[in-house]
């Protein structure tokens, strides 16, 4: 009785796939950063690639995977030396992931890379056609969902951090943003606080994130706001709590990054 019980409310399982993608890329190549409120699976077929993932920069070979939690800016680099494949899956989940998966990167064995990249295929097949097979979906979710069970429960990712003086000027800057998230202050003002000029941070986000330091420092607080409407937050609330000059301003800062506004949002949710 009672492991029906456990059985019919699973602790973590996947209940949605979002996209999944194989891409090859040529050296140097550069994704536009991004965020988004679902978890993402990134896997290093062959080659190297620069991750950035809020403040911090990994590098990450070939059979090592990152896993990005939702509203969690990142994007990614291939390397400058050698073409690189990458796969990538995102997915909705339930329950709560495996502690040790939330963090940093993890060298998968040869076991597990056959394992991810078997589960790969068959989501990628599920794709193509379209979820026309019976259980097909079920049976990929189950699939990943032992994996990344399996990963978590092994250990502790790893961080290989990119430690250069400006990899840690950046992660020194974003971590100064995420602490003052509530404040409507300027770039300048945040430069000016870390005793650097606005030219030099502004340069900072084009070498890592993928995107300018304004609208970096825009979808931080937007995803902050998404956090809070998603725990029951009012949307005049959170422009209160925020320093939004008005719920009007915030409202349309909000659809101007996602697309809908906050009430919108919440009805979707």
């Known amino acids: 009785m009672i492991l029906n019980s456990i059985l019919a409310s699973p602790v973590f399982g996947i209940r949605q796939f979002h996209t999944v993608f194989r891409y090859q890329w040529d050296n140097g190549y550069s994704f536009i ?74 060298r998968l064995s040869e076991r597990e890379r ?83 000029s606005v030219s030099y941070l502004k340069l900072l986000f084009k070498m890592y994130s993928g995107t300018s330091a304004k609208l970096y420092w825009s979808h931080l607080r937007c995803n902050e706001a998404v956090k809070l409407l998603q725990k029951g937050a009012s949307p005049t609330e959170i422009a209160d709590r925020m320093n939004f000059s008005s719920p009007n301003y915030f409202s349309t800062f909000f659809k101007r990054l996602t697309g809908v506004s906050p009430r919108e949002y919440t009805q979707n949710q």
């Open 33 to 106: 950063g991004e965020s988004h409120d679902f978890w993402e699976a990134v896997y290093v077929q062959s080659g190297e690639v620069q991750v950035v993932e809020g403040a911090n920069i990994y590098h990450l070979k070939q059979g090592e995977l990152i896993l990005h939690a939702p509203m969690e800016f990142h994007n990614i680099r291939s390397d400058e030396n050698a073409p690189t494949e990458v796969l990538i899956v995102s997915f909705a989940t339930e329950g709560e992931l495996p502690e040790g998966l939330t963090r940093g990167v993890f």
């Open 114 to 196: 056959s394992e991810f990249e078997d589960a790969f295929e068959r989501i990628y097949h599920l794709f193509e056609t379209n979820g026309e097979e019976r259980y097909a979906a079920t049976e990929c979710a189950a699939r990943l969902t032992a994996f990344l069970i399996g990963v978590g429960r092994g250990g502790e990712a790893e961080k290989p951090l990119v430690r250069s003086r400006s990899a840690q000027e950046y992660r020194r800057i974003v971590t100064a943003m995420t602490k003052r998230i509530y404040e409507n202050v300027g770039l300048e003002e945040i430069a000016a606080a870390e005793n650097i």
